[in-house]
C-alpha cells in the first residue's frame, strides 16, 4: 500500500480545526508530564513534539512560534472526515527551516565567540531528500544556503535549482567525464562550482575539459585522514575510506596544479568522517587533523579559501544524549564551537586567514519534519493463565520446570531469579528438541511454552531496574515479553532505513497519553508476506533499546498509531 504524503503547515491545520492555542496545549496534568517522561520526549522531540492537555501528540513546526501547534490526532481525524485513509505521511516544511536557521545561528555563536572572520556555509547534500518539495522548502527559508551533488542526476537537479540561492555547489563522489562536463558548465554559468577531488584520475579528465571549454576549474581536494569515527558509517572516513587523497597524494596533485598553471584553482579543503557521529570527541580529533593539511597546503603556496568539514552532525533518534549509533553526545552549539575553535586555533598559530567553514549536515536538517501516522490493526497478547502440575508420569524436563515454578513461590528460597530463569530455558530447550523428535506431544509442548511464560511473568515482577545486576534480565524478558502491536504501512516504502540499515525510530501512540501505559509492546509491519518487528525504545536512558509502551489499553479501540517515522530518504542510502 503506498502511503500518502501531506505537507502540512500551521494556517492549513488551523482551517482543520486542529491548530490549538498556547494555553490549550499546555502540559498543565501531572499524567501528561508523566507521559513525557515515559516517552522521553523531551530529549529527541527537540522542541518539535510534545503531549497537549488531551493526551494527543502536537507538533509545533516552529519553536519560535510556540502557539502555533498542531494535534496530530485531530489531524488524522480530519483528513479521515474528508475520505483520506492512513496510513499518511505528514510533512513540515516550517521545521526543515527551523533547523537551517538553528544550524546557522549555532556557528554564528561559535564564531562570535572565538572571533572567528570567516564565513559559514551550510550545504545541504540533496542525496539524503531529493524530494523537491524539502529542496525549495529549504531554498525559500532565507537563510544562506549551498547544495551539494554525489552523482550526475543529483547535479542537474542541483543545477536547476542554484538560481534560486547563493549557488555554491559542491560535487562529490564518483566522477566520469560527463560529470566533469556538467559541473564546468556550471561553472561557466555563473555558479560557484567546487569539484572536489578524490580520485587522482579525476584530475587529468579536469584539466582536459577545462581547457575545451575554456573555463577556469574551481577545485576542492579531498583529504584521507587517519582519524575515523565509529557507528554504522565509520567505513566513509578514515584510511580505508574509497574516497580522498592520501597524504602522497596530496602532495602529487599539488605539483600537477602546479606544473599545469591552475594551482590558485585549487580553493577548497574537503574531509568527511563518516554519518551520524555520536561522540564529540571523534569530531574535535577530525577537524584538528584536517586542520594540519590546511596549514601544509598554505605554506605549499595553496590559496584555500573554504573549510569543509563535511557530514556527520547526528540526530538523538533515541533521546539518551549517548555514544550509541542512534544517539549523539552533543548539541548544535557544542558542534559548532569544536570545529570554529579548532581551525581558529590552527590559524592563529600559524598566522594564516580563517577561511570559510562549510558543513554538509543533511540528516540534522531533514530528519525531523517527517512523521508517519498509521492506523492499528491488530494486537497480539502475552496471555497469562493458571498453571497446572503436569502429569504424575510426566518426562523430567516437564518434572523440572514444574519443580522451578514451585521453587519460586517458595519463602526463603536463596536461588537467583537468573538461576531459575536459566533452568527453565534449558529445560525449555530440551522439550523442543523433544518434540523434534517425537518425545513429546503438541499438548506437553504448549503446557511447557505457557509455563515459562508464566515464569517470565513473576520474574519480571520481582526484578529492581535500579539494580544493575538486573537490567540485563529486563532487557531480555521485555523484549521476549512484550505485545506485538500490526500496524497498516509499507516498511520498504515509508521506513528504508529500518530494515536496510537497522535505524531506529521513536514510535509512539497518536493519542491515550494522558493516561499510563498498562502494556509494554513492539510495532509490526505487513508488506506483502514480510512481518517486521521494530525495536523501539521506551525513552529512559537505561532501557533504550526496549520496546514502547503500548498506551493501549484492553477493551478500548486502537483505530490509529503514531510511529514518529523520522524519515531520511526514498532510499537507504547512506546519509550526511
Same mark, same amino acid.
Given at each position: 500500500?503506498?502511503?500518502?504524503?501531506?505537507?502540512?503547515?500551521?494556517?492549513?491545520?488551523?482551517?482543520?480545526?486542529?491548530?490549538?492555542?498556547?494555553?490549550?496545549?499546555?502540559?498543565?496534568?501531572?499524567?501528561?508530564?508523566?507521559?513525557?517522561?515515559?516517552?522521553?520526549?523531551?530529549?529527541?522531540?527537540?522542541?518539535?513534539?510534545?503531549?497537549?492537555?488531551?493526551?494527543?501528540?502536537?507538533?509545533?513546526?516552529?519553536?519560535?512560534?510556540?502557539?502555533?501547534?498542531?494535534?496530530?490526532?485531530?489531524?488524522?481525524?480530519?483528513?479521515?472526515?474528508?475520505?483520506?485513509?492512513?496510513?499518511?505521511?505528514?510533512?513540515?516544511?516550517?521545521?526543515?527551516?527551523?533547523?537551517?536557521?538553528?544550524?546557522?545561528?549555532?556557528?554564528?555563536?561559535?564564531?562570535?565567540?572565538?572571533?572567528?572572520?570567516?564565513?559559514?556555509?551550510?550545504?545541504?547534500?540533496?542525496?539524503?531528500?531529493?524530494?523537491?518539495?524539502?529542496?525549495?522548502?529549504?531554498?525559500?527559508?532565507? +537563510?544562506?544556503?549551498?547544495?551539494?551533488?554525489?552523482?550526475?542526476?543529483?547535479?542537474?537537479?542541483?543545477?536547476?535549482?542554484?538560481?534560486?540561492?547563493?549557488?555554491?555547489?559542491?560535487?562529490?563522489?564518483?566522477?566520469?567525464? +560527463?560529470?566533469?562536463?556538467?559541473?564546468?558548465?556550471?561553472?561557466?554559468?555563473?555558479?560557484?562550482?567546487?569539484?572536489?577531488?578524490?580520485?587522482?584520475?579525476?584530475?587529468?579528465?579536469?584539466?582536459?575539459?577545462?581547457?575545451?571549454?575554456?573555463?577556469?576549474?574551481?577545485?576542492?581536494?579531498?583529504?584521507?585522514?587517519?582519524?575515523?569515527?565509529?557507528?554504522?558509517?565509520?567505513?566513509?572516513?578514515?584510511?580505508?575510506?574509497?574516497?580522498?587523497?592520501?597524504?602522497?597524494?596530496?602532495?602529487?596533485?599539488?605539483?600537477?596544479?602546479?606544473?599545469?598553471?591552475?594551482?590558485?584553482?585549487?580553493?577548497?579543503?574537503?574531509?568527511?568522517?563518516?554519518?551520524?557521529?555520536?561522540?564529540?570527541?571523534?569530531?574535535?580529533?577530525?577537524?584538528?587533523?584536517?586542520?594540519?593539511?590546511?596549514?601544509?597546503?598554505?605554506?605549499?603556496?595553496?590559496?584555500?579559501?573554504?573549510?569543509?568539514?563535511?557530514?556527520?552532525?547526528?540526530?538523538?533518534?533515541?533521546?539518551?544524549?549517548?555514544?550509541?549509533?542512534?544517539?549523539?553526545?552533543?548539541?548544535?552549539?557544542?558542534?559548532?564551537?569544536?570545529?570554529?575553535?579548532?581551525?581558529?586555533?590552527?590559524?592563529?598559530?600559524?598566522?594564516?586567514?580563517?577561511?570559510?567553514?562549510?558543513? +554538509?549536515?543533511?540528516?540534522?536538517?531533514?530528519?525531523?519534519?517527517?512523521?508517519?501516522?498509521?492506523?492499528?490493526?491488530?494486537?497480539?497478547?502475552?496471555?497469562?493463565?493458571?498453571?497446572?502440575?503436569?502429569?504424575?508420569?510426566?518426562?523430567?524436563?516437564?518434572?523440572?520446570?514444574?519443580?522451578?515454578?514451585?521453587?519460586?513461590?517458595?519463602?526463603?528460597?536463596?536461588?537467583?531469579?537468573?538461576?531459575?530463569?536459566?533452568?527453565?530455558?534449558?529445560?525449555?530447550?530440551?522439550?523442543?528438541?523433544?518434540?523434534?523428535?517425537?518425545?513429546?506431544?503438541?499438548?506437553?509442548?504448549?503446557?511447557?511454552?505457557?509455563?515459562?511464560?508464566?515464569?517470565?511473568?513473576?520474574?519480571?515482577?520481582?526484578?529492581?531496574?535500579?539494580?544493575?545486576?538486573?537490567?540485563?534480565?529486563?532487557?531480555?524478558?521485555?523484549?521476549?515479553?512484550?505485545?506485538?502491536?500490526?500496524?497498516?504501512?509499507?516498511?520498504?516504502?515509508?521506513?528504508?532505513?529500518?530494515?536496510?540499515?537497522?535505524?531506529?525510530?521513536?514510535?509512539?501512540?497518536?493519542?491515550?497519553?494522558?493516561?499510563?501505559?498498562?502494556?509494554?509492546?513492539?510495532?509490526?509491519?505487513?508488506?506483502?508476506?514480510?512481518?517486521?518487528?521494530?525495536?523501539?525504545?521506551?525513552?529512559?536512558?537505561?532501557?533504550?533499546?526496549?520496546?514502547?509502551?503500548?498506551?493501549?489499553?484492553?477493551?478500548?479501540?486502537?483505530?490509529?498509531?503514531?510511529?514518529?517515522?523520522?524519515?531520511?530518504?526514498?532510499?537507504?542510502?547512506?546519509?550526511?
Amino acid at each position: 500500500m503506498s502511503d500518502d504524503m501531506s505537507m502540512v503547515s500551521p494556517s492549513s491545520a488551523g482551517e482543520h480545526g486542529v491548530l490549538r492555542s498556547m494555553q490549550e496545549v499546555a502540559m498543565s496534568s501531572q499524567e501528561a508530564s508523566k507521559m513525557l517522561r515515559t516517552y522521553n520526549i523531551a530529549w529527541w522531540g527537540n522542541n518539535y513534539y510534545d503531549v497537549n492537555e488531551l493526551g494527543h501528540i502536537s507538533v509545533c513546526p516552529d519553536p519560535d512560534v510556540p502557539e502555533a501547534r498542531v494535534d496530530l490526532a485531530e489531524l488524522v481525524k480530519a483528513r479521515e472526515a474528508q475520505g483520506q485513509r492512513l496510513p499518511a505521511l505528514f510533512c513540515f516544511p516550517q521545521i526543515l527551516q527551523h533547523r537551517l536557521r538553528s544550524i546557522n545561528a549555532a556557528f554564528k555563536r561559535a564564531r562570535e565567540s572565538y572571533g572567528y572572520n570567516g564565513d559559514y556555509f551550510l550545504v545541504y547534500p540533496i542525496k539524503v531528500n531529493q524530494h523537491r518539495r524539502v529542496i525549495e522548502s529549504l531554498i525559500h527559508s532565507g +537563510e544562506p544556503l549551498g547544495l551539494e551533488a554525489g552523482s550526475k542526476a543529483e547535479l542537474m537537479a542541483v543545477l536547476a535549482h542554484a538560481g534560486m540561492t547563493r549557488s555554491v555547489i559542491v560535487c562529490n563522489g564518483y566522477k566520469d567525464r +560527463e560529470y566533469i562536463r556538467l559541473a564546468l558548465v556550471g561553472e561557466k554559468m555563473g555558479h560557484k562550482v567546487y569539484l572536489v577531488i578524490e580520485k587522482m584520475s579525476e584530475i587529468a579528465i579536469v584539466l582536459e575539459e577545462a581547457e575545451r571549454l575554456n573555463v577556469v576549474p574551481r577545485l576542492g581536494v579531498r583529504a584521507r585522514l587517519a582519524s575515523q569515527g565509529s557507528g554504522k558509517w565509520q567505513s566513509s572516513g578514515g584510511e580505508k575510506s574509497k574516497f580522498g587523497l592520501a597524504a602522497t597524494q596530496v602532495l602529487q596533485l599539488v605539483e600537477i596544479l602546479r606544473e599545469a598553471g591552475h594551482l590558485e584553482s585549487l580553493q577548497l579543503l574537503h574531509f568527511h568522517l563518516g554519518s551520524q557521529m555520536a561522540n564529540i570527541r571523534d569530531i574535535a580529533t577530525g577537524v584538528r587533523e584536517s586542520a594540519r593539511f590546511y596549514v601544509e597546503l598554505h605554506k605549499l603556496g595553496v590559496n584555500i579559501q573554504c573549510f569543509d568539514v563535511g557530514g556527520g552532525l547526528g540526530v538523538d533518534y533515541e533521546g539518551t544524549r549517548s555514544q550509541s549509533d542512534c544517539s549523539v553526545n552533543y548539541g548544535l552549539n557544542e558542534y559548532a564551537n569544536n570545529i570554529i575553535w579548532a581551525i581558529g586555533d590552527a590559524c592563529e598559530e600559524n598566522g594564516l586567514p580563517h577561511p570559510t567553514v562549510i558543513t +554538509e549536515s543533511g540528516r540534522a536538517v531533514t530528519a525531523h519534519h517527517t512523521v508517519l501516522v498509521s492506523n492499528i490493526i491488530g494486537v497480539e497478547r502475552n496471555e497469562y493463565t493458571e498453571a497446572t502440575p503436569p502429569a504424575e508420569d510426566a518426562a523430567r524436563p516437564l518434572q523440572s520446570m514444574w519443580e522451578t515454578w514451585l521453587e519460586m513461590h517458595e519463602t526463603g528460597n536463596r536461588r537467583s531469579l537468573r538461576e531459575w530463569l536459566h533452568d527453565s530455558q534449558m529445560d525449555l530447550h530440551d522439550i523442543h528438541i523433544g518434540y523434534s523428535s517425537g518425545t513429546f506431544n503438541l499438548q506437553e509442548r504448549a503446557w511447557a511454552e505457557q509455563l515459562y511464560l508464566n515464569m517470565c511473568h513473576e520474574v519480571q515482577k520481582q526484578l529492581d531496574p535500579s539494580n544493575r545486576a538486573h537490567r540485563p534480565i529486563i532487557d531480555e524478558l521485555q523484549e521476549r515479553m512484550a505485545d506485538k502491536i500490526y500496524v497498516n504501512f509499507s516498511l520498504f516504502q515509508s521506513m528504508p532505513d529500518a530494515w536496510g540499515i537497522d535505524q531506529l525510530f521513536p514510535v509512539m501512540p497518536l493519542e491515550g497519553l494522558n493516561k499510563s501505559p498498562e502494556r509494554r509492546a513492539g510495532a509490526a509491519g505487513h508488506h506483502l508476506r514480510f512481518r517486521w518487528r521494530h525495536r523501539s525504545l521506551r525513552g529512559r536512558r537505561r532501557d533504550r533499546h526496549h520496546h514502547a509502551d503500548a498506551g493501549i489499553r484492553p477493551g478500548e479501540p486502537a483505530d490509529a498509531g503514531l510511529l514518529h517515522g523520522w524519515r531520511l530518504s526514498g532510499d537507504p542510502r547512506q546519509h550526511a
